[in-house]
């Protein structure tokens, strides 16, 4: 499973990507609002920065205003994507974008049927939100297990992102689950490279050679 990086943050993207693992970002406008800057000058640095895909949010409300902005964002560089929210005019958008060569990442997909329709309509990504199911009580992950399944039965080349993913079991989750792509906070994936095993390993190793290497 490939990993994203789920912010719009300079810092915390140059330092994940100084790591070596990572395979593009998703960002939504919640995200760009808490770096208090405009949002295209946010996505062409991203884009700058990283060399996977980036996701930019369009936020017209008709397919006809969808496809213009989304030409706009897919203008600002070459790794951006745009993301269409799932509902009829998104899907209109969809299957026009696709027709156009640009790629678009289907948001706010809480169920198998959404999802099924965003690949019909020509999503290159579709993002199912499995923290936000659970918070209404349901199980996030059976729907990105559910689509996978369906997605692999049919052959359908749209790429399932598991997204709103709020800590490490559920990355691990999503990878058993096949998601493409797992898209992941900063602080989950900060958690994800520790383990306390392995800092008394290093703690252990470390005061060993201490007491050899002057021999
Ligand atoms: C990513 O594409 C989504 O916008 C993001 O994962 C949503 O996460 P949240 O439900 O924690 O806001």
């Known amino acids: 499973m490939k990993i994203f990086l789920d912010t719009a943050n300079i810092d915390q993207i140059r330092e994940v990507n100084d790591w070596g693992i990572l395979a593009g970002v998703t960002t939504n406008p919640s995200l760009c609002a808490r770096e208090k800057r405009s949002m295209r000058e946010?996505?062409?640095?991203?884009?700058?920065?990283?060399?996977?895909p980036v996701s930019a949010e369009a936020l017209s409300m008709?397919?006809?205003?969808?496809?213009?902005?989304?030409?706009?964002?897919?203008?600002?560089?070459?790794?951006?994507?745009?993301?269409?929210?799932?509902?009829?005019?998104?899907?209109?958008?969809?299957?026009?974008?696709?027709?156009?060569?640009?790629?678009?990442?289907?948001t706010l997909i809480f169920s198998t049927?959404?999802?099924?329709?965003?690949?019909?309509?020509?999503?290159?990504?579709?993002?199912?939100?499995?923290?936000?199911?659970?918070?209404?009580?349901?199980?996030?992950?059976?729907?990105v297990e559910d689509i996978v399944?369906?997605?692999?039965?049919?052959?359908?080349?749209?790429?399932?992102?598991?997204?709103?993913?709020?800590?490490p079991m559920h990355v691990t989750q999503a990878a058993r689950?096949?998601?493409?792509?797992?898209?992941?906070?900063?602080?989950?994936?900060?958690q994800m490279v520790k383990h306390p095993l392995t800092e008394a390993g290093i703690k252990r190793f470390s005061e060993d050679y201490e007491k050899i290497k002057h021999l």
Do not use: W
């Not at 959404?114 to 199980?139: C, E, H, K, Y």
């Not at 399944?149 to 800590?167: F, K, W």
């Not at 689950?177 to 900060?190: C, M, N």
């Open 113 to 143: 049927n959404q999802a099924l329709m965003a690949a019909a309509a020509g999503a290159t990504f579709v993002s199912p939100f499995v923290g936000r199911l659970d918070d209404i009580g349901n199980d996030g992950m059976a729907i």
């Open 42 to 52: 946010c996505l062409a640095e991203i884009a700058g920065i990283v060399a996977g």
């Open 177 to 190: 689950a096949g998601a493409h792509i797992g898209t992941v906070p900063y602080d989950v994936l900060v």
């Open 62 to 106: 008709s397919a006809v205003e969808m496809v213009a902005e989304a030409r706009e964002l897919a203008a600002i560089a070459l790794n951006i994507n745009v993301k269409i929210p799932m509902c009829v005019e998104g899907l209109k958008a969809v299957s026009r974008l696709a027709a156009e060569g640009i790629k678009t990442n289907v």
């Open 149 to 167: 399944d369906v997605y692999d039965t049919y052959g359908i080349e749209s790429q399932v992102i598991a997204a709103s993913l709020r800590h």
